[in-house]
């Protein structure tokens, strides 16, 4: 069918001549609709409508599935500290306040972990130390996991693991989550906490081993 298309469009513009004039260069389009047959006049248009219709349809709906999985790890990220906070309600707990530098932060460890391919709390003092210097945080927790496509089952697991329950019931006042897939689609999360102080003091770490699913 579109063989069919491109020969008529073929037929419609290929008859043309070039005549020169004394002051420039003039084109002649001399188009032979007159030696096509009607009812081929009349398909051929529709035809190269559908043809460029479904040709812009195909790139829309890649940008939609992109756009959809962005929005899906924005979802996810929101609606752990949701649980989060609901969890700290329910244990008659402030709620954490998000904060963009903490999210920002636990991001570079969520990359790194997809990068080496395991799940760690690798390198945490240079978060820690970074966040002390932009947020002047005197306390500072981490939770990592990976693997889980729900945020409910994410903190679930943490809350069902001692050291990682003791992080989420912790003395914190701000809260960032970092939620990255990798190639194979495959779910990273860094969930780090912090309790912010007014002047710089030492800043005590508190860390947890990392939770598989």
Same mark, same amino acid.
């Given at each position: ?5 491109i ?14 004039r ?16 009607m ?43 949701d ?13 954490? /306040?998000?904060?963009?530098? =903490? #999210?920002?932060?636990?991001?570079t460890?969520?990359? $790194?972990?997809?990068?080496?391919? *395991? %799940? ?12 002390? /210097?932009?947020?002047?945080? =005197? #306390? ?7 693997? $889980?496509?729900?945020?409910?089952? *994410? %903190? ?12 989420? /019931? ?44």
């Amino acid at each position: 069918m579109i063989l069919f298309v491109i020969s008529i469009v073929l037929v419609f513009f290929s008859s043309f001549s070039i005549g020169k004039r004394a002051k420039g260069t003039v084109v002649r389009i001399n188009v032979g609709l007159d030696k096509i047959p009607m009812h081929i006049r009349v398909l051929a248009f529709p035809l190269l409508f559908i043809l460029f219709s479904c040709a812009k349809e195909d790139v829309n709906e890649g940008k939609q599935e992109i756009r959809n999985v962005g929005e899906e790890v924005i979802d996810i990220q929101e609606d752990i500290i949701d649980y989060v906070n609901a969890y700290r309600e329910e244990n008659n707990l402030p709620n954490l /306040e998000p904060m963009d530098i =903490i #999210k920002e932060v636990a991001a570079t460890h969520s990359s $790194y972990m997809i990068e080496k391919g *395991v %799940v760690s709390h690798d390198n945490f003092y240079t978060r820690q130390l970074k966040l002390k /210097e932009t947020t002047n945080a =005197i #306390k500072v927790a981490e939770n990592v996991a990976y693997g $889980y496509t729900k945020a409910e089952s *994410v %903190v679930k697991a943490w809350v069902n693991s001692d050291q990682h329950r003791q992080i989420l /019931e912790g003395d914190y006042t701000h809260v960032g989550i970092s939620a990255k897939k990798n190639s194979e689609g495959r779910m990273y999360y860094t969930l780090m906490l912090i309790k912010k102080g007014n002047i710089s003091s030492f800043l005590f770490t508190s860390k947890s081993y990392s939770c598989k699913s």
